[in-house]
Structures are given as C-alpha cells and as structure tokens.
C-alpha cells in the first residue's frame, strides 16, 4: 500500500461528527445496540437497562431467523431479551457537553496564558481546499482546543467582527489569491508552499492580536468563540445565521453605531446615504477637514433655523455634536501619509528580499566551484606527490577548499537571516502595520457616512418644517376668499401677488441674504421654480416627498360637476369645508413625520457625541500601540543584522586564522 494512503485520515477524521459528542449518539442514535466495551456501572455518564419483554403468547422456544423470517406473520415468536442490555441516551448529554465546551473556551480565552497556534495546514481530500489547524492551549494545565478552518472561514470572521464592532480596529488577514497567482502557485508547488506558511502566521498573528492585544469585547464576542468551537467546525454557516451576527442590519447606517445588533425601531427610520458599502476600502468622500467646514455652515443655518421657528433648546444641547475634533481631522491626515510611505517600504523590502536571494544564488555557485576547484588541485597534487615530496599543492588545496567552506557557511547565514528573520519579523510585520493603518481608514469612513447622515436628517427636518410653514401662514378660509391655493404633492402652498421672499430680507441673516441673491439669479436665468422652502434654501436638491393616504386624498375642483344656479354660496362653503379638512390632515400628519425627525435628530445627535468620542478613543490606543510595536520592530531588525554580520565575521575570523596556521 502506497505510505500516502493514509495522509488525509486526520480530515476525515475531524470531519466525523462524533469527534465533537458522545461516539455513541452516533453510531446508536436510537439505543437499539450497545458495545461490549460499555461499563455497566450505575454511576456511568450512560444508563443502560434491561427493558422489560412485553407479555408472551406461551412458548419459550427459541427460533431460528430462518424460522422467524417465515412466520413472523402467521406465529410471532415470544419476544427474546437481547443479549447486550439497550441503551438509553440521556437527552441532556449532548446539551451538557455543548455547555462545557463553551464554558471552557470562555475560560481559556480569558487566561493570559493560553496559547494560540497554527499547527499544521492540510489540503482536503480531492480538493484545492487548504484547512488550518488551530489550537487553545493552555500550558500549565495542557488543556487544549482544536479546530480546523478554512481561510474563508477567517475572512468571514473579520468581515463579521468589522461589523460588529464598527469603532475597533480589526487586526488584518493576508489577502484572497488572484487568479493570476493561483495559476502560478499550480505550476510552482514551492511558491505555494511559501504562501501557507505566510499565511499561517498571519492567522496567528491574527487570532493574538482579536484575544490579547484589541478590546475586550472581541475577546468575549460570541462569534469568536463559536470560531474556536469544533461544534461549528462542520456548522460554521449556522453560526453567521446565528445571533449575534444574524440581529446585524443589512446597512450598519440603520444601526447603534456603538452596538449594532442594538433593536431599537427607530434606527431603522434613518435616511439611507447613496453609495456606502462597508465591506469596501475604497473612500470617495470628500476629507474630515472639508466636512467638518460644511458642518459648521449647517450649524449655523441650524441656529438661525432655531431662532426663527423659536424652537426650545435641547436638554442635551451641552453634550451635542458641535464639531468634527482636530485630533481626528490630523489623524486622517496622518494615516494618509504614514500609508503612503509604508507603501515604499513594502517595495523597498520586496526588492531587498530578491537581492538577497540573488546573493545567495551567486554563494552557492561560488563555493560550488570553489570546492571543485579544491578537488582539481588535490588530484594534481596527489600525482605531483609521487614525484616530489614537496606538500604545496596539497596546501593550495586545502586553503581553497577552506574557503569554499566559509563562503558556504556565509550563504546559510543569510539563507536562514531572510527565512527566519528578515521575512517573518520585518517584511510581513510592516505588510500587516499598513493593514492597520488602511483598517483605521475604513472606520473614518464610517464617521464620515454617519454625518452625512446627520445632515440629511436636519435638511429633511427643514422640509418638513416648511411643509408646516405654508400650512400655518394660510389665511382663514372662507367663502369669499380670492387665495390661490395649490395643493401639490408637498402640501398646500400660498404665494403673495408677487411671489417673492422679501420679507426674509429683515432678518439681516448673511446666509439668507445670499441664498436669496442666488434665489434672484436664478429666476432671471428662468430656472427657478414657483416653491420656496427652507430646504431649497438650505442647499437640498430633492425635498421630501410626501402623499396623502388614499381615503383622505379627496379633493373637489371646480371642473368637477358644477353646482346649480343660485346655490353658489352653499357650494363655495363647501369647498372650503373640503379643504380645510384635508389642511388639517395634512398638518396633523405632518407634525407627526416632524416630531419623528426630531426625535431621530436626538437620537443621531447623541449617537455622534458618542461615536466621537469612542473613535478619539480609539485612535489614540491605536498611535500609542503602533509607537511600540515600531519599536520593537527596529529593535528586533537591528538585532538580527548585527546577528548575521557577527556571524559572517565569524567565519572569516576562522578561516584567516587557518591561513595563519598553515
């Protein structure tokens, strides 16, 4: 039998389900058998009984299966105890089991001296599948974990955990092959290789960094220890479609920033912002420096908005979100730039990584003819020898094959320099900082959607608010009325004689004042419409539509059947009644929409002050983390060159000092 028969058996194995519970819930679901090797003893985990025969017929003859096969209709044999007392299952075994697996991780997870490792990689039976094995060990006690995953399987817990946690910095994975470098990887099985093995210690960086190194809510966070589950290693789906991460909206714009799986009904009002994908690094928006100008010119429209409706100060109007903080203006800025020229580096490091692969090509030919060269001259020197008794040649010969040697040792220094040292602690570590720095982006990003959204908000409040506007400055109807009253799509709109807003003039507002020369600019171009509203004021392309319910949406106009001769007074009155009646409809609807807006308002107004301050948070453990692991990083480069010089030095140091000597 070929020794590669059994190379997958661990797999197979794993992807047994009775690997995660009781064997024997597997093999005897139903109890009807039970294995000789079960213990009888009353106090075992397993309760095995005899069950009682049911009441015979007479006849204790037994009967061959022959014999029952033939008759088990017309004469039934007496029932026969089986010879192995049946199994009962316990129905709570398997919930137990489950129970403890999860309180063990838990456990683990919180003690700062587990271990996490990446112990092997494996590629599934007739497949291109790669999984990882990845072990909790805890090494005073040896307990320990293990569960198999794929890399989808990581992806989708960082994807998830982003979602999740939308104001914590997810530590990075490697990227997804392209379709490129999966064509060269089937050719170059070597390549392949080098990209598990990368790959290995990035899940372990990974999985570190979310236990150890980041919040401690992603250390207690369901769905990580669902990861380190086995229960979910052949279920993994069911724990995406699972809470948490199944109470998660499809748009995190519709949910609690700071808790996204937070139910409240009224996040789910909140106005959508054209364009948001959060699974996407990609920012088209403008900087936080030119939103933030943009939302202090709101700010002041808001207050200016507020004086003249009178509107009431708000309780929390202390703790409202005023403005963008510098320290987050600076940091976008900063990352912009740090990325930029982590970018180089990762250039630079990949060239230095093929030059020294290349010097070590160039090593290994050198000491490769060098030693041949030595073999050369001690063949010709033992043929000179027979002659002579001079010992020159075999001299050259040992000095050269000498230095052969040292170049050698020279090329396994660098050799295990790059592999171990330069690669693993310096060109992936600093691939994984601009990671995090590009990860940090994705969360201002976030921030940024969320003020749009805020805007968006007052400029729907400012709409409404209008909408109300044009309903309360109506005049009292009445039958000799001469009002032109149009009832549109927005509501009822009155218009003077000359359909102007002069009077808006008297507030000595600079914002209304040029908003209102714009007005004027507009309309000599012929591009202005007849409806005037704060939203269009307040720089709105579309304003907020709204339609009254089919059952109040009756209207009467006159090109509707006339009313008779001499009742025109009586028409006239009820026309009026008509429309004053869908006036108060409408306003009562309206007011109701307002006062939503209004409480959305509060409620984004407080979740900003509390994103704000959540992201200062944030960033600011982020610089503080990266100073050090900067430092280290250094440290460690530093130590690791000084390291293979002294080496190489070493070697040179010898081989002089066999040239002495001899």
Known sequence: MDSNDHLFGDIEQDNNPSFYGNPSMIHDPYGNQRDDTIDDHPDSANTFVNIPPPPSNGGHSSTTPSEFSDSIISNPPPYQPSKHPQFIPQPNDLVNNTIDLSNKIKSLLNDPHVEIHILSSERLVNSSVIVYTVQLLLPKTKDSIIVKRRYSEFKSLRDNLNKLFPT?????????????SYLINSINNSHEIDIIEMRKRYFKTFLTEVVFNSSEKLRNCLLLHKFFDP????GWYNALNEPPVSLIPNNLLLANPLNTIDQNGLYSLLPLVNGFEFDSSIDNLSSLKKINDDWKKLNDQIKLFEYKTKTPPS??????????PQNLIQFEIKVHNIIKILQDLNKINARSVKNYKIIINNLIELGGNLNNFSLQIFESSSHISSITTSNDNNNLSLAIEKFGSTIDSNFLSIENFIMNQLIPEWQEPIHQLTQHYIASLNLIKFYKYKIIQFKILYKLKFNKFQEILNLTNMPSISTDTTTNLNINENGPVMT???GNLDHLKDLQSPS?????????????????????????LFGGNKPYNFSLPPESA????????????????????????????????KLNQIEKELDKLNQLVILCDQDMVNLTT????????????????WLKLMINYIKNGKSL?????????????????N
């Open 614 to 629: 959540e992201l200062t948070t944030t960033f600011t453990l982020f610089l503080k983390d990266l100073e050090a692991r």
């Open 554 to 585: 009756t209207t009467t106009s006159s090109s509707q059947s006339s009313p008779p001769r001499g009742n025109n007074n009586s028409a006239d009155r009820s026309n009026a009644e008509t429309i004053n009646n869908q006036y108060k409809l």
């Open 496 to 498: 003077d004689a000359n």
């Open 168 to 180: 914590i910095i997810i530590p990075p994975i490697p990227e997804k092959h392209s379709l490129l």
């Open 231 to 234: 229960n979910y290693e052949l």
């Open 645 to 661: 010089f002294q080496d190489n030095l070493a070697n040179w140091q010898e081989f002089k000092q066999f040239l002495v000597n």
């Open 512 to 536: 209304l004042s040029n908003a209102l020369q714009r007005l004027e600019v507009r309309k000599k171009r012929g591009k202005l419409s007849n409806k005037k509203s704060w939203y269009g």
């Open 315 to 324: 309780p929390t109007e202390s703790k409202s979100f005023i403005e963008i």
